[in-house]
């Protein structure tokens, strides 16, 4: 396994090993992986001929210093497990210094309003982090395709805006969501959780699929109200958003229309930990 801690040898060696044909499938993580992120690998590797990993925590997507401070940060374990999954896959693990050249600050991106719903909402400058870093990561390694998890499927589309706005030639491949034996969406934070807040944790799932029963006969109205006095019955959790939202815009569903597709979002704490779930309503 080849494992490059600065982007001028991951780009040298890159160059040195792709031919005019080789295709370039790329995994972008912020580490502490799990079954989802190593999905996404198996999907790279099916369909590339190099398959490169990045594991870096981006500070300037983080909105909160203290969730930056406490991300799970577990470099050696995750490389065992890459490569536990293809002794051929290249990592890339850079520091914060190589990829920001001692000026740690976002770009200003215009994603055509996206970045304003919801997690941007709640999250004010966390998709300038976003935008700038994968912007960055997709000008070092050039990848021929990049995978992303649907679970943050506002993010997904936001890099789709990305891509098309910048004319970067990288097809971005959208994978499902991995969850655990109690359906809650895989995700590093969940490191963060006891156990019994990781199992009550089941419950978000079970809201949003209870949401997407209703949805064919009430409004998105009624269905957001019945999912707030739902989390209100459990202390151990605090409702920052739910929202029913048309998936091409992510604008909020006022009215229901038979020719949009629509899925539910939401974030929950869990003591002061912060999870995101979303389903497809139709």
Not at 104 to 112: A, G
Not at 170 to 190: D, G, Y
């Amino acid at each position: 396994m080849q494992i490059f801690y600065g982007k001028a040898a991951l780009m040298d060696y890159l160059n040195s090993i792709k031919t005019t044909n080789s295709t370039i499938g790329f995994v972008p993580t912020m580490g502490a992986l799990h079954k989802g992120h190593q999905s996404l690998m198996f999907e790279s590797i099916k369909e590339n001929d190099i398959t490169v990993v990045s594991i870096f925590v981006n500070p300037t997507q983080f909105n909160n210093p203290d969730d930056l401070e406490k991300y799970p940060r577990t470099l050696e374990e995750d490389i065992i497990k890459i490569s536990n999954i293809h002794s051929d896959i290249i990592v890339f693990a850079p520091t914060v210094e190589d990829m920001y050249e001692g000026n740690t600050l976002s770009q200003s991106f215009d994603f055509d309003g996206l970045e304003n719903k919801m997690e941007g909402k709640f999250r004010p400058g966390h998709f300038d982090g976003v935008g700038t870093i994968v912007k960055r990561l997709f000008e070092i390694v050039s990848p021929t395709r990049a995978y992303f998890g649907e679970k943050d499927f506002q993010q997904v589309q936001i890099i789709k805006k990305l891509v098309e706005k910048n004319q970067i030639p990288v097809k971005i491949i959208e994978c499902p969501i991995f969850r655990e034996t109690n359906n809650l969406a895989m995700s590093s934070r969940n490191e963060r959780l006891t156990l019994q807040q990781r199992e009550e944790a089941g419950i978000i799932y079970k809201i949003l699929v209870q949401a997407k029963s209703m949805f064919t006969n009430n409004s998105a109205q009624k269905i957001n109200s019945w999912v707030k006095k739902e989390l209100e019955k459990n202390k151990t959790f605090t409702l920052e958003y739910f929202e029913i939202a048309d998936e091409a815009t992510l604008s909020t569903c006022i009215k229901k229309n038979k020719n949009k597709k629509y899925r539910a979002f939401i974030a929950v704490f869990i003591n002061n930990i912060r999870l995101i779930d979303t389903i497809s309503l139709n």
